[in-house]
């Protein structure tokens, strides 16, 4: 049975080496079980912050700890599982059933205790049908859902989804929101579908140029009409009253 993980963020600085800051002081505490929205404009730091908590990319300053153990940058944690922006960044496996078996084999699984688990993964995602499909012959959607199975299938304790409803229809971006809410795991969800976001995740961090700008319940950060427009963002139709009344708002305030 997974357990979920407890994850802190502390005064945590990163750069590009080509770039200028990206990340800048950042800390916050996320408890077991918890699931949390990272909001923010393009190029806030929300993809960054991810792949730091992942450890693909090395902090400048600060401190990243599991259940109060230190992640060290570039060693393998396989309590960790993200699920990347752009999945042609995580696919490299020639089917969709190696691709998602890879993150399972790395962690010593084999036979049939390895393909129970990408079976499950794949039915979860309800992607069985397409186990054999060579991966650069999926469509986007199905390209993200094999992502999010790829991930599953190690059991994480923390999981971090970077734009999971990115091009996925109506019916799997609900089937995703079903899945989301059911885990028990401890999970970061970046992403600008803000309605997925009030659904799924209770609390939200809203980032700004690599900063943390506001951290509390979902449905009053996201309702904050002059904190959201101060950061590019709008309170979502289900918090507006509705899209129409947002819309009447932007004109009179033009
Ligand atoms: N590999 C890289 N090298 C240099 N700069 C980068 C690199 N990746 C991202 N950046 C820059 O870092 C900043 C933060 O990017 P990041 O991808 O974390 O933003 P984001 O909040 O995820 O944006 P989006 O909503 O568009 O996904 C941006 O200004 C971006 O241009
Ligand atoms: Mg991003």
Known sequence: MTTAATLSVAGLDFAY??????????????????RIGLVGPNGAGKSSLLLLIA?????????????GAELVPGRFRPQVALVFQEAEDQLFCPTVAEDVAFGARNLGLGGDALKDRVEAALQTVGLAHLADRPVHHLSGGEKRLTCIAG?????????????PSAGLDLRN???????????????????HDLELLLEVCPRVLLLDRGRVVADGPSAAVLADGELMAAHGQEVPGSLAGGAAGARVRHRAAG
């Open 151 to 163: 991930a599953l299938v190690m059991q994480p304790r923390l999981l971090l989804y970077d734009e």
């Open 55 to 67: 450890g693909a990319l090395r902090p400048g300053r600060g401190r990243l700890a599991l259940d």
């Open 173 to 191: 971006r609900r089937r995703l929101i079903e899945l989301l809410r059911s885990c028990e795991q401890t999970m970061l969800v970046a992403s």
């Open 17 to 34: 080496p080509d770039a200028g800051a990206v990340l800048r002081d950042v800390a916050f505490e996320v408890g077991p079980g918890e």
